[in-house]
């Protein structure tokens, strides 16, 4: 492989890595306090599922970038995370220690969350499965596996909360709206994907997979009656707000400084330390 | 003694003494987790892990060295380039995995529907008169269900 694609596709495959470990860990978030005894369990091994494919994506990317994946997991600067930005923030409310664990929690919106990020990495996944790097091909074939789970899991909650009466129905329509901007921007290229695509190691780009991305959506909102908010036109998909872009180009907002200084805090004491 | 002495069909019978530290009735190579043996200095094993994200592996690695330790220097390989199915788990594996009270998973790969299409049959009492109860359980590889007929839950290692 030529310098610049190895490095091309070393920064691709941070992007990735960086997108399962951060919803992984705001994911873990939910273990102990989920609605449900059952969803303390499914919630924590999702998390753990992704952050297993963290790990995963993290070594291929540092057999390439000629590192390690601890360092390339916890040892970057907070400018260097390529996750979009709506993985970022927090779903649960925010521990307190003086027992006061009020506002900020939204199990809807986590729900919400993991289901349309997975319709999402369903498809980017799809475009990596037959790319001509074959450790990258072999372990995205194994990710892919687990992943049949999740979207199983989240079809399922997503049904849950829109036909349940009330609150549950009205917190999910509105996790989708809130959430939305977000999610448009896990749609936004890291640096390189032509060259990638070129050379046949990705069969899409990142941007390349939001329509098919958006047709599922609508096929989920429609099933169960909730408003998509967009809108296909003769002349292609219309949608009224702008994506919430920069995360991939390790732009992020208020949520993950406060992350980043949490998640990497035993690294920063201890830098030897083995995960 | 010597690698020259050694055999490879010595070292997978050995490789059947390591438990897996989660389900110590069942072994490493019948649950299907070592795809290849090479006897050579050192002795190199391949082994797949069945979820990534699983946190034995590690400790599978050492319990693979530990016990092959006696036939030389060993080296174990975690590989990722192929799938792990649960296929790969032998007939006597699935029996196995009945003696922990586990459920075998079905053969064939999963589909994604919003309940498993096979009937599960509870490892206590036989009966397939069962329900899922979560699709994720203790560990990443297991599924919680619900036998009706002999008001048992019981844990399925999962079809991956």
């Known amino acids: 492989m030529r310098a610049e694609v190895t490095s091309a596709l070393g920064r691709y495959l941070l992007t990735v890595a960086d997108d399962e470990l951060i919803l992984g860990y705001r994911d873990s978030e939910w273990t102990g306090i989920a609605p449900l005894v059952e969803e303390d369990v499914a919630f924590s091994s999702l998390a753990q599922d992704e952050i297993g494919h963290a790990r995963l994506y993290y070594m291929l990317a540092a057999d390439l970038l000629e590192s390690d994946a601890d360092h390339l997991a916890l ?7 390529y996750h979009a930005t709506v993985l970022e923030t927090r779903t649960t409310p925010k521990y307190d220690a003086s027992g006061a664990h009020r506002g900020g929690g939204d199990w809807a919106r986590a729900v919400a969350r993991r289901f349309l990020y997975d319709l999402f990495d369903d498809l980017r996944t799809d475009a990596l499965v037959s790319s001509s790097y074959a450790p990258l091909a072999g372990a995205v074939q ?107 180009q390790g732009r992020h907002g208020p949520a993950w400084a406060e992350l980043y200084d949490e998640m990497t805090m035993v690294r920063r004491l201890e830098p030897e330390a083995v995960w | 003694m010597g690698a020259s002495t050694i055999t490879e069909a010595e070292i997978w019978e ?138 048992q839950p019981f844990e399925q290692f999962k079809a991956v």
């Open chain 1, 75 to 81: 040892g970057r600067g907070p400018d260097d995370y």
């Open chain 1, 142 to 248: 194994k990710i892919r596996r687990e992943e049949q789970y999740h979207l199983r899991h989240g079809a399922a909650w997503w049904r849950a909360l829109a036909s349940a009466e009330g609150e549950a129905r009205e917190r999910l329509e509105g996790a989708l709206l809130a959430l939305w901007p977000g999610l448009l921007g896990l749609f936004e290229d890291a640096p390189g994907e032509d060259l990638l695509v070129a050379e046949g190691l990705l069969s899409r780009r990142t941007s390349d997979l939001r329509d098919a991305w958006l047709e599922r959506v609508q096929d989920h909102c429609a099933a169960v009656g909730i408003r998509f908010p967009a809108e296909r036109t003769a002349a292609g998909w219309s949608i009224a707000v702008s994506p919430e872009a920069g995360g991939r």
């Open chain 2, 14 to 151: 050995a490789l059947r003494e390591v438990p897996d530290p989660e389900i110590p009735t069942i072994n490493v190579v019948d649950l299907g987790i070592i795809r290849r043996v090479t006897v050579g200095d050192p002795i190199r094993v391949e082994m797949m892990p069945t979820f990534t994200g699983c946190p034995a592996i590690d400790m599978m690695r050492q319990d693979i060295e530990a016990r092959l330790s006696a036939f030389g220097p060993v080296e174990v390989v975690v590989v990722y380039d192929e799938a792990w199915t649960s296929d790969r788990i032998t007939a006597a594996g699935r029996e196995m995995l009945r003696a922990a009270d586990l459920a075998p998973p079905p053969h064939g790969a999963i589909r994604l529907t919003p309940v498993p299409v096979t009937p599960v049959a509870c490892p206590y009492c036989g009966s397939t008169d069962t329900q899922i109860e979560n699709l994720f359980g203790p560990t990443p590889c297991r599924s919680i269900f619900y036998c009706r007929a002999c008001r």
